[in-house]
C-alpha cells in the first residue's frame, strides 16, 4: 500500500503544553456537524442513525515533548508514553461532504444519502471554471456497484452551499406526501427521489429473520448496512458539463466504514441451549470474531508497516500480519458534559470504545490517503450497549455533547 500524506507536525517547545482550550480541533469538527443541513426537519430523521463523512486534505498534528520536541517525524516517534505526540492541532476540510441516514415519512423509512458541495469563487470547481457557478451544478453519483448517473445540484440559500439528497423512496409521488419545507426541498430539486442508487429497509435487519445468519450475506446493497462499508463515487460539474472537479477523471471515493458493533450491529446472532452444559437458552451476538465460522475473517488483524512496533515491542516484523488484537490495557472512563476525547491518532495499535451508559459521537478517521477511499473524519453516534473499533493509526476522538455524564469502557494496545 501506498502511504501519501501531506500534513505537517506542529513543534511544541520543551517545558510548554499546548492550549487545548483555544481552538480545539475536536470543537471545529463538532462546529461542521452543527452546521450541516437536511432537506426536511429534523423529526423526519432517525437522529441515532444519522452519519457523516467530512473528508480533509490537510492535518497539523502536534510534536513530541520533552527531549523528542526536534522528532517531526510521525513515523519515528517511537515515545509510547508520550500522549501529546500526533494529537490534532487542526485541519482543513474539502469541499464536499456526505451524510447518510434513515429518513421516514411516517408511513415509509427508508435510507438516504446527501452530498454537499462548497459554494463561493474558492471551490476547486469554481476555480477551474474561473468564475461562480451560478444556481446549480451536477453531480455524478455511484453508489455501490450500481451503475452512476448525473443529478442536477440546487444552491441551497439555508446552508449557502450546493445539496442534494437522494431517498430510496420507491412508493407512490412524494408530492402528495411532503409539505412545507420539504415539499419545497422536492420542488427546487433538493430532495430526488432515487431508489435505483439508494435501496435499503430497517425490516431487512430484524432480529427475528437473523438466527444463525451472517449478517454480511443479508441485504448487502443496502445503503444503511450494519457492519458492510457504503463506497459512494462522486465527480462534480458545473451546470453546462464544460468543467469538472473529478481529481482528474479519477473521481471521489467515499467510504462509510467505520467498525461499530453492538446489539444491532453484528456478525451473526442465534440461540444456544444449555450453554456450556449449562441450562435454559442463551441468545448470543458475534460482533467481531476470527473464531469458527469467522475464522480468516481477518477483523482483528493488523498489517504492521515499517514504522510500527508490533505486539512484542519490536519493529523487526518484515512488515508482518498479526491476526489478533493486542491488549494492553482496560479502562473505565466517565466524561462529563461538554468533554470530549481529542482528536488524535495511535500510531500502532488497535482499540476499542464500549459505551455503557449514555450517547456520544464517536469520530475515526485515517491518517493517511487510502487507495479505496479519501481520508475522511467519519462521525457516528455511539450509544450504551455499542462499541466503536479503530484500526492501527486510524485517527480518533469522542464527544459527550449532552448535558448528562457518560460512561465509557475502553481497551487496546499502545501506543
Known amino acids: ?206 432480529r427475528e429473520g437473523l438466527n444463525d445468519r451472517d449478517m454480511r450475506q443479508v441485504a448487502s446493497d443496502s445503503a444503511m448496512h450494519p457492519i458492510l462499508p457504503l463506497r459512494i463515487e462522486v465527480a462534480w460539474s458545473d451546470v453546462d458539463e464544460h468543467v469538472w472537479d473529478s481529481k482528474d477523471g479519477n473521481n471521489y471515493h467515499y467510504e462509510f466504514n467505520m467498525m461499530l458493533r453492538g446489539w444491532d450491529n453484528f456478525v451473526g446472532t442465534g440461540i444456544s441451549p444449555n450453554p456450556h452444559g449449562g441450562i435454559g437458552f442463551l441468545e448470543y451476538r458475534n460482533l467481531v470474531s476470527n473464531y469458527g465460522r469467522y475464522t480468516g475473517s481477518g477483523e482483528l488483524q493488523r498489517q504492521l508497516q515499517p514504522w510500527s512496533f508490533n505486539a512484542f515491542g519490536s519493529k523487526n516484523h518484515n512488515n508482518a500480519t498479526e491476526p489478533f488484537m493486542a491488549v494492553d490495557y482496560m479502562d473505565l472512563h466517565i466524561l462529563k458534559p461538554e468533554c470530549g476525547i481529542g482528536l488524535h491518532r495511535h500510531r500502532d495499535n488497535q482499540e476499542v470504545f464500549l459505551m455503557l451508559e449514555g450517547r456520544a459521537y464517536m469520530v475515526i478517521g485515517d491518517w493517511c490517503k487510502m487507495p479505496q477511499r479519501e481520508r475522511s473524519f467519519e462521525v457516528r453516534s455511539l450509544r450504551a450497549g455499542h462499541f466503536a473499533m479503530l484500526r492501527g493509526g486510524n485517527l480518533h476522538g469522542l464527544m459527550n455533547a449532552t448535558d448528562e455524564d457518560i460512561q465509557l469502557f475502553m481497551f487496546g494496545g499502545y501506543d
Open 1 to 206: 500500500m501506498d502511504i501519501i500524506h501531506t500534513d505537517s507536525v506542529f513543534r511544541v517547545e520543551p517545558g510548554t503544553t499546548p492550549n487545548y482550550n483555544k481552538g480545539n480541533s475536536l470543537v471545529a469538527l463538532m462546529n461542521i456537524l452543527e452546521s450541516t443541513e437536511l432537506a426536511c426537519d429534523r423529526e423526519w430523521y432517525l437522529r441515532d442513525h444519522l452519519q457523516y463523512l467530512f473528508p480533509y486534505e490537510f492535518l497539523e498534528l502536534y510534536g513530541p515533548q520533552g527531549g523528542d520536541a526536534n522528532i517531526l517525524d510521525p513515523t519515528q516517534q517511537d515515545n509510547k508514553t508520550d500522549f501529546q505526540k500526533q494529537n490534532i492541532k487542526s485541519f482543513r476540510t474539502s469541499s464536499a461532504y456526505v451524510i447518510r441516514g434513515w429518513v421516514t415519512t411516517g408511513e415509509w423509512t427508508g435510507p438516504f444519502v446527501r452530498l454537499s458541495y462548497q459554494a463561493g469563487p474558492e471551490s476547486p470547481l469554481a476555480i477551474a471554471k474561473g468564475g461562480l457557478l451560478g444556481q446549480s451544478i451536477k453531480a455524478w453519483v455511484k453508489v455501490g456497484d450500481r451503475p452512476g448517473r448525473i443529478f442536477t445540484v440546487p444552491y441551497n440559500s439555508a446552508s449557502s452551499r450546493y445539496d442534494i439528497e437522494l431517498w430510496g423512496y420507491d412508493s407512490r409521488d412524494l408530492h402528495g406526501v411532503l409539505g412545507g419545507r420539504s415539499l419545497d426541498a422536492l420542488t427546487r430539486g433538493e430532495l430526488q427521489p432515487a431508489p435505483d442508487l439508494i435501496r435499503g429497509t430497517p425490516s431487512a435487519f430484524n
